[in-house]
């Protein structure tokens, strides 16, 4: 055979080769995303059992992203079978944690996991551990982050860190919406518990106007009529009296409640005679037992660290009262 034959011959041999193991790796590839999507359609129809087994046959042949996800859908299998397994539950979250090269997403909702099963097996100060670890995630879900911070303030028994724990699901930007109407609720709550109607009212109102939905309007304003009607005797006016909200440097806030009757109401600075009366700004909180209005005025334009005097009037009845913005650095 001369050297050109041999040379085709060759490159024919290697073709070959490559070929077989292309399809090879083919047949593989479609064998494990078989064997992947059977677990998904277990997992997705709540048939835990089988998930569990059938992730179990592919884990180590996964990517980093994919293995993660797996060992967290292991873990949720467990902690929803009937026994509700929280040992192993927490095994597998843990083991999630472990690979490296997972998305961020995973690895926070490990931790967060984690934290619900110490939750709900009564370990709080270990619940309280991994919800704040969500968030040592590097490009952690904005959702976790917010569900961490909400479950931390029902976890925790003492009042000021589980007011603080609720302000912060507040602040994160992106986080769910659920989770602010519930750290709103939860706060209106604390403040009702504890007397301060006039804050228990602001987040009852910001919970409110959070949706726009019937449903939502009628439950603050039941948390509202349930805990307050019975405790506090107002004329239809003023319902719930004249307050403050958290003044700022050049700016502030009063609110107060009156009877669905009495639609309008005006504030005016005294002090200053020459400002025109601001009229206020209303929300209509409506359920079976009771209806109100949420008037709401803003004083803006002030001096900062200034004691200033204003009067309200709403329904033919004046209220007075004294405020003092913020100085500039808080």
Same mark, same amino acid.
């Not at 024919?12 to 064997?35: P, Q």
């Given at each position: 055979?001369?050297?050109?034959?041999?040379?085709?011959?060759?490159?024919?041999?290697?073709?070959?080769?490559?070929?077989?193991?292309?399809?090879?790796?083919?047949?593989?590839?479609?064998?494990?995303?078989?064997?992947?999507?059977?677990?998904?359609?277990?997992?997705?129809?709540?048939?835990?059992?089988?998930?569990?087994?059938?992730?179990?046959?592919?884990?180590?042949?996964?990517?980093?992203?994919?293995?993660?996800?797996?060992?967290?859908?292991?873990?949720?299998?467990?902690?929803?079978?009937?026994?509700?397994?929280?040992?192993?539950?927490?095994?597998?979250?843990?083991?999630?944690?472990?690979?490296?090269?997972?998305?961020?997403?995973?690895?926070?909702?490990?931790?967060?996991?984690?934290?619900?099963?110490?939750?709900?097996?009564?370990?709080?100060?270990?619940?309280?551990?991994?919800?704040?670890?969500?968030?040592?995630?590097?490009?952690?879900?904005?959702?976790?982050?917010?569900?961490?911070?909400?479950?931390?303030?029902?976890?925790?028994?003492?009042?000021?860190?589980?007011?603080?724990?609720?302000?912060?699901? #507040?602040?994160?930007?992106?986080?769910?919406?659920?989770?602010?109407?519930?750290?709103?609720?939860?706060?209106?709550?604390?403040?009702?518990?504890?007397?301060?109607?006039?804050?228990?009212?602001?987040?009852?109102?910001?919970?409110?106007?959070?949706?726009?939905?019937?449903?939502?309007?009628?439950?603050?304003?039941?948390?509202?009529?349930?805990?307050?009607?019975?405790?506090?005797?107002?004329?239809?006016?003023?319902?719930?009296?004249?307050?403050?909200?958290?003044?700022?440097?050049?700016?502030?806030?009063?609110?107060?409640?009156?009877?669905?009757?009495?639609?309008?109401?005006?504030?005016?600075?005294?002090?200053?005679?020459?400002?025109?009366?601001?009229?206020?700004?209303?929300?209509?909180?409506?359920?079976?037992?009771?209806?109100?209005?949420?008037?709401?005025?803003?004083?803006?334009? #002030?001096?900062?660290?200034?004691?200033?005097?204003?009067?309200?009037?709403?329904?033919?009845?004046?209220?007075?009262?004294?405020?003092?913005?913020?100085?500039?650095?808080?």
């Amino acid at each position: 055979m001369n050297k050109h034959k041999k040379t085709r011959l060759y490159l024919y041999l290697n073709r070959t080769v490559l070929s077989a193991l292309s399809f090879s790796l083919l047949l593989a590839s479609a064998s494990l995303f078989a064997a992947t999507s059977e677990a998904d359609n277990y997992y997705r129809a709540r048939r835990y059992d089988e998930a569990i087994e059938a992730y179990e046959q592919v884990l180590e042949t996964l990517e980093p992203a994919e293995k993660a996800q797996a060992l967290n859908r292991i873990a949720y299998s467990h902690e929803r079978k009937r026994g509700r397994e929280r040992d192993k539950t927490i095994e597998y979250h843990k083991k999630a944690l472990e690979v490296s090269g997972a998305e961020p997403r995973e690895h926070s909702y490990a931790y967060l996991r984690i934290g619900y099963n110490y939750q709900i097996t009564g370990n709080p100060e270990k619940a309280i551990e991994y919800y704040k670890k969500v968030e040592t995630v590097e490009e952690a879900s904005p959702s976790h982050i917010s569900e961490a911070r909400l479950r931390s303030g029902w976890t925790s028994d003492d009042y000021t860190e589980r007011t603080a724990f609720f302000r912060s699901v #507040l602040e994160v930007d992106g986080g769910s919406q659920n989770h602010m109407a519930s750290a709103l609720k939860s706060l209106g709550n604390i403040y009702r518990e504890r007397g301060d109607y006039g804050k228990a009212l602001d987040y009852y109102g910001r919970f409110a106007e959070l949706d726009d939905t019937i449903a939502r309007r009628r439950r603050a304003a039941a948390y509202m009529a349930r805990e307050m009607n019975a405790e506090l005797e107002a004329s239809d006016a003023f319902y719930i009296e004249p307050y403050t909200l958290f003044p700022e440097p050049d700016a502030v806030t009063v609110q107060w409640v009156s009877r669905e009757s009495v639609k309008k109401g005006t504030g005016q600075l005294t002090l200053n005679d020459e400002d025109s009366p601001v009229a206020s700004e209303t929300i209509a909180l409506r359920s079976d037992a009771s209806e109100h209005i949420l008037h709401r005025l803003r004083f803006e334009g #002030l001096e900062s660290g200034k004691k200033y005097e204003y009067e309200i009037m709403s329904g033919g009845e004046q209220r007075e009262g004294s405020f003092r913005t913020a100085s500039p650095e808080g």
